[in-house]
Nanobody, 123 residues
Framework: VQLVESGGGSVQAGGSLRLSCAYGGWYSGYCMGWFRQTPGKERERVAAISPGGSRTYYADSVKDRFTISRDNAKNTVYLQINSLKPEDTAMYFC???????????????????WGQGTQVTVS
């Protein structure tokens, strides 16, 4: 499947992190998204990006602090998280729909390829 996240860690509130997700070259034509999950809760989509990277979409709860981007030349999608809050503590996953259609508002079930996740802990 080849989606590999990195960049998580433990940070203090107010800090920043940049998460990375390396993907196989064939994902460059697909919608990509970042999700997060805490124990006992459903996996929440926080951001999505179109295949070319020109269109981005965010959950209302994060849109002023999170930035998704991708570099298809490097086969990597990023999630920049600023002004971290304790409630951002979660396992973060990148995922792909495996398709190139409209990436806006796609439900979690649309994403069929997943990475193993990277933990973000904010204290």
């Amino acid at each position: 499947v080849q989606l590999v996240e990195s960049g998580g860690g433990s940070v203090q509130a107010g800090g920043s992190l940049r998460l990375s997700c390396a993907y196989g070259g064939w994902y460059s034509g697909y919608c990509m998204g970042w999700f997060r999950q805490t124990p006992g809760k459903e996996r929440e989509r926080v951001a999505a990006i179109s295949p070319g990277g020109s269109r981005t979409y965010y959950a209302d709860s994060v849109k002023d602090r999170f930035t998704i981007s991708r570099d298809n030349a490097k086969n990597t999608v990023y999630l920049q998280i600023n002004s971290l809050k304790p409630e951002d503590t979660a396992m973060y996953f990148c995922a792909s729909t495996g398709s190139s259609g409209n990436c806006r508002g796609l439900p979690r079930s649309t994403y069929v390829y997943w990475g193993q996740g990277t933990q973000v802990t904010v204290s």
